[in-house]
Every structure is written in C-alpha cells, then in structure tokens.
C-alpha cells in the first residue's frame, strides 16, 4: 500500500477527504471551547501602533489587558483577556504578563540592550528565554518569548596547551628548577588530552551543580551574560593532575598552584547557559501553546504543520483537503494572536 508523506496510506487519505471530515485537536489539549475563536472570511485585523497607557488587571485565571493604544477617546478602549496559568508558548509570541506558573531561574542584565530571563515552566519542565519591556515608557509593554524547550548547562573554557608549553620552558630555563614539579607537569603535558577530558568532565559536572544551585536560591541571579561564574569556591584540580611515583600530595598542590598562575586552567571556569529552542518538547506542545494562547482549532492544526512539521502550505492543504489560501489564513490569524495585535 502506497503511504503519504504523513505517515498515513492514501487510500485512508482519499476516505478522510471524500467525508469531509473536520480536523480537530487531539483529546490532550486543555481547549477552552467558549473563548476559542472561529475563522471568518474578511475579517478586519487592526495592529496597535502603540501600546501605551497598558494596564494589566488580574481576574480570576485570568489577566484582563485595558488600554486606548494611546488614544484618549474613551470610546476607543479596547479590553483583553489572556490565561494567567501558561502550560505551553512558542517562539516568537508575546505576551502581557508573564504566567503566574512561571518560576524565575535567571535575569541577564544589559544597560544597551532588553533584559533577557530565564524561566521553568514546572508541567512539562521546559524552560522559556524572554525578552523583558525596558520599562521606560519608549517600547510596548510586552514580554516576548525568544527560546523555548530544554536548557543546557556546559564549561565553555579548556585548559590551555600553549601556557602549559610556556610554563614547563619557564621552569627548565631557571637554574635550579624544582624537579618533581617539572617532572610532573612533563607527565601531564604527555598526557595533556586525558587531562582535558578529566577537567571539562569533572568541572562539566560540578558546574552543572552549582548552576542549578543558582537557580533555586532564593535571591534570583542577574548576570551580565550567559555565560557566567556560578561557583560559591574555587575548585581542586589536584585530581586531575597524572598521578607519579614521587608526587606526594604537597607537590601536587605546587603543581596546581602552577597551573592555576600560569592560566592553564581555572579553578573556577565559566558556565555556558543556554536552551535549545524547539528541542525535546513533549507531544502536543504546540497544539497545547496556540490553544492556549487563544487560536481556534483549525488555525493551532495548520500552524504547527506548517512551522512544525516540515509542510509548505501547499502540500498541508493537499492532506487536509482544504484549499491553500483558507491554510494561509489560518496560520496569519494565529501568527496575529501570538503577536498580541487586536481583531475587529
């Protein structure tokens, strides 16, 4: 039996078709069927120029959005109601109010540029990097979502091969160097990638530790960039250092202190933090994130396809048996609520 690029045969296909089935969402989906909205053909979308004179109300499970996009005319106040729980968003949507569900990890401070954050999302565990309003009265007063799915914690620093060189001339220039440190430090210039491996693996772990320590402190960590300095200590290296004959403890500690001085390596390197967006997501994360912030049905089903799932708009409508320009306008009606803009 020939198959479709769904997965599906086409004779099931060309059955789903001739019926004139509607798609609907699947049963994991928290759909709220009388705030969902339906297609219209025609529909009138107003973009806001502005979102001044913004408040933000809560009520109930909700948030209620009140302001006049800087028109004083009483007549022209426009109201919206957004969840105050987020289970699930996409890149690139905004949002009014970050979720009361949200739990703060990490504020990356810049004095030229928004401020980005870091935030779990505890059901399902996927973390969310947001984009912060200034707060200075010039920009909208919007949050929006730049990554979203699992975080990934690294040491972005190696030991230094080239300060190890320098350093083992250094000392065998001097005219009475100190044996057992040279002769050490020669080992672990023989044996300098097991070395490597040892340190970015052992120091990985440790920092891995001390990042989510950062994370869950009570006192929130705001840092000048991503890549940080979570360590409370500088850490021992000695371990790493290849064991010899004569190495007592004391002399590993000179060697380490050697090192150390010499930049080889740190005792206490740089994390790299990151989340990799659209990456190990639970199933039905993004039919869950566009009900959620408000699309209909179809318009969750056709987005995700389209921007999830390798479709052109073409060969979606094909499956669906629905005519292109209806998916089109599906996926523009989704793109407008994810981006905050009101309807007529």
């Known amino acids: ?17 001739a019926e004139h089935r509607l798609e609907v969402l699947p049963n994991f989906v928290s759909s709220r069927p009388d705030k969902a909205r339906t297609e219209s053909e025609g529909r009138a979308l107003t973009p806001r120029d502005e979102d001044g004179g ?30 105050a729980v987020r289970q ?15 739990v703060e990890f990490l504020r990356v401070h810049s004095e030229d540029a928004p401020d980005r954050l870091l935030y779990q999302i505890p059901d399902p565990e996927v973390y ?18 730049e990554e979203v ?31 057992i440190v040279v002769s050490t430090l020669e080992i672990l210039a023989d044996h300098v990638s097991d070395f490597e491996r040892k340190y970015r693996k052992d120091m990985g772990k440790r920092g891995q530790e001390a990042v989510w320590k950062l994370f869950k402190s009570e006192q929130k960590g705001v840092v000048e960039s991503w890549s940080i300095n979570p360590w409370d200590t500088e850490q021992d290296i000695t371990h790493f250092i290849p064991e010899t004959r004569y190495a007592s403890n004391d002399v590993l500690k000179k060697v380490a202190s050697r090192l150390i001085e010499a930049g080889v390596v740190s005792p206490s390197p740089s994390i790299e933090v990151t989340v990799k967006n659209g990456k190990r997501l639970p199933a039905g994360y993004f039919l869950q994130a566009l009900t959620e912030a408000g699309c209909s049905p179809t318009e969750a089903l056709d987005w995700t396809m389209v921007k999830t799932r390798g479709h052109t708009e073409a060969t979606w409508s094909e499956v669906r048996g629905e005519a292109e320009q209806q998916i089109a306008e599906n996926i523009h009606a989704a793109e407008i609520t994810l981006s905050l803009k009101r309807t007529n």
């Open 1 to 17: 039996m020939q198959s479709n690029d769904t997965g599906g045969d086409i004779e099931a296909d060309e059955l789903y078709r």
């Open 54 to 83: 913004v408040s933000i109300i809560r009520d109930g499970d909700e948030y209620l959005a009140v302001g006049s996009g800087g028109d004083e005319d009483e007549k022209n106040v426009w109201m919206e109601r957004v969840p």
């Open 88 to 102: 699930a968003v996409v890149q690139g949507e905004q949002l009014w109010r970050i979720p009361n569900n949200w």
């Open 128 to 145: 969310v990097v947001v984009r912060a309003p200034r707060g200075d009265g010039n920009s909208e007063p919007r949050y929006l979502i």
């Open 149 to 179: 799915g699992p975080i990934e914690v690294e040491i972005t620093e190696r030991p230094d091969r080239e300060a190890l060189d320098n350093l083992l001339a250094e000392l065998e220039a001097q005219s009475d160097p100190p044996e």
